[in-house]
């Protein structure tokens, strides 16, 4: 059987490119190299803005064992700076259940589904792709979803990722200390560590904390004995859980660089998680979308397509990139949460305005964050 277009990954970018190309009529195969549903690590935050893109562009409309929160606290080396109330809510979603609602989705729209098959060598020059069960493909088009250790990127030959790591633990809630076990909102930490930051995310059952620092630069060791401390500061010891993953912090540039007109990265493939927050999820469906339509408008220029689709994309990263190391100054972090204690209103702004709705950049907010500390 002869593909239109193949997609490697089955996680939220390859299946956003696979519904909306089976739905258009394409003939379409996702591989994945595991079976859904499959576990990532992830905290499962998702955004206004990503709740809106899975209804309008997916058709994804009711979530089943979510959780959301419209309190979010913020505490700076251990310190409340601020419990508020945002206007959108954010919504906590379990990975594996998320991930196999969009493959059910795409399933539906028609896409042809290989699972528990790995793509382990792609030879782009002669369009073809060689199986862990020993089958060799050859496609007219590839998307490569194949997320942050993207075979495909390896052999179409992008540099690798540059990748921060992660530690996330998960503690039942029986569990927990009692002011914990009925926790409901989103807790965010900082100044545990240096360019990064804490999060405590309430799940029905359980309560996932998570450390992650956005450099390369922060040892594992330091990094898990920061992430413990926190966890044991708050009375979290019985770990049921202990995960460890890698988000990318950049690369996204590169891609511009391949050669080869047939294929587009897509997602944590394409290093398009946001650089400040590693929120990844929104740019995974929104990429994988754009490479479809690219696809079903010009697929003679389907990297050029693309492309010219992802430029705001890619300049708002290489923005969000550049204010990293000012915004996640540890000075310049003390001075600004020690002075937004008395201001709720403005860290509402910036969950409502820049996180969740991306309705104002976060250059914008930085401005005004200097004249009010003025
Ligand atoms: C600790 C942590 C917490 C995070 N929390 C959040 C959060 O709260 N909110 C948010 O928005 N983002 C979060 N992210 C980022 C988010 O998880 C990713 O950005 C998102 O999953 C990217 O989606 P994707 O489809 O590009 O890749 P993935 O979800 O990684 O999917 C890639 C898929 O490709 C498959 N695959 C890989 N290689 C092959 C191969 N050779 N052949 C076939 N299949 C292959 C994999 O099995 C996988 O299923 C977090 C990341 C981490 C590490």
Redesign the pocket.
């Known amino acids: 059987m002869e593909y239109d277009v193949i997609i ?8 956003a490119a696979a519904s909306k190309l089976s739905a258009a009529g394409i003939s379409t195969l996702l ?4 079976k859904h549903p ?1 576990e ?8 206004q803005k ?1 709740i809106s893109f899975l209804e309008e562009n997916i058709g994804v409309l009711k979530m089943e064992q979510i959780i959301s929160s419209n309190q979010v606290t913020i505490r700076y080396k251990r310190n409340n700076i601020g419990q508020f109330t945002v206007q959108a809510p954010f919504v906590f979603v379990e ?1 594996d259940v998320f ?1 196999n609602k969009l493959l059910n989705v795409c399933q539906n729209s028609g896409t042809c589904i290989m699972e528990g ?4 060598k792609i030879i782009p020059d002669e369009n073809k792709i060689i199986l862990s069960n020993k089958q060799t493909l050859t496609y007219k088009y590839l998307i490569a ?7 495909t990127r390896k052999q179409i030959g992008l540099p690798n990722m540059p990748a921060a790591f ?1 530690i ?1 633990d998960t503690f039942e809630r029986d569990t927990c200390p009692i002011s914990l076990q009925h926790l409901q909102e989103l807790q965010l930490n900082f100044g545990e560590i240096e360019l990064g930051y804490s ?1 405590i ?1 309430p799940y029905p059952k359980h309560i996932i904390v ?1 450390t ?1 620092a956005f450099t390369d630069s922060v040892e594992y060791c330091s990094l898990l004995e920061k992430h413990t401390k926190l966890c044991n500061h708050i009375g979290l010891t019985n770990i049921a859980k202990r ?1 460890g ?4 912090i950049g690369g996204f540039e590169y891609q511009k660089n391949h050669l080869y007109n047939n294929i587009v990265m ?4 394409a290093g ?2 946001n650089p400040l927050t ?7 469906l929104l990429s ?1 979308i754009y490479a479809a339509t690219a696809y079903l408008l010009d697929s003679h220029n389907l990297r050029e397509t693309y492309l010219s689709f992802l430029q705001p994309i890619l300049e708002q990263l290489t923005e969000q990139k550049s204010l990293l190391s000012k915004f996640y100054s540890p000075l310049l972090l003390e001075n600004i949460f020690f002075q937004l204690k008395d201001c709720p209103e403005f860290l509402s702004a910036l969950c409502d305005d820049v996180v969740s709705l991306e309705t104002r950049d976060y250059k914008s907010l930085i401005m005004e964050l200097q004249q009010l500390l003025r």
């Open positions: 490697l990954g089955g996680g939220p970018a390859g299946t591989i994945e190299k595991n499959r990532k690590t992830c905290a499962g935050i998702l955004t990503t990975r991930d098959v790995a793509a382990t979803a194949d997320g942050i250790f993207s075979q992660c996330q999060w995310v998570g992650g995960r993953a890698f988000v990318p897509v997602g944590d493939a398009l998680a590693g929120e990844g999820i929104y740019h995974a994988g």
